[in-house]
């Protein structure tokens, strides 16, 4: 069976692999100081999913004014599905493992600051799970949410963004 090396989902494959190797080799290479090269990918990784998180319901409510069929409505299905596929997808498995990984070698679990982020990392992924399903919904024609609900929506990832980043850099708690 050949490899379809242009298909997005390979390079998305490619990119995690890469990752993953550089941060194992990070952890090895530099062990006094992989809990900050994990951290700094951490970041990267995370920059890379809210950067898609905050697109992908921009682009939803300009898909709900291109009338069914037509090229502006089959080339925004495309970027939707590349955007999840390529990008969000694989930054939320990074942040998930890397994150996990600081939290274990930290010994973090029942800090209060990361009690909250991590539930409101979990609403996040919840977000991303229902992104997920419009993205296969709007590529069948069937989306019934209108312009005003994805505006709506728009501003869940931005505002858990800022209760996590507010946690884990301030620690109020
Ligand atoms: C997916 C689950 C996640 C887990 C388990 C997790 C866990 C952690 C841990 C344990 C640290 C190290 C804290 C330290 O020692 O300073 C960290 C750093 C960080 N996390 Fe996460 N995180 C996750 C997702 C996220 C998300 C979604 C964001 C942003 C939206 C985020 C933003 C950050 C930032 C900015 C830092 C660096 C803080 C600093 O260096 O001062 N994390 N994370």
Redesign the pocket.
Known sequence: MAIDTNAPGFRAMVGLGVTGVAAAAAIFTFPDQA?DWV?AV??IA?IS??AGMLYLPRLFIYHCNAPKGSQQSETFKVMERRLLRVIINPA?IV??V?????????D?WFEGW?VV??V???L??ACHGYFGGAVRRFGNDENTRSQSHWRIINEVPTI??II??IM??VRPL
Not at 98 to 106: E, F, Q, R, S, Y
């Open positions: 809990y951290r951490h970041v995370v999913w809210m939320m942040t998930w890397l994150g996990l990984w600081l939290a274990w070698h930290g973090l990361f982020k991590f409101a990392v979990i996040l992924s858990l963004m996590i980043v884990v850099v």
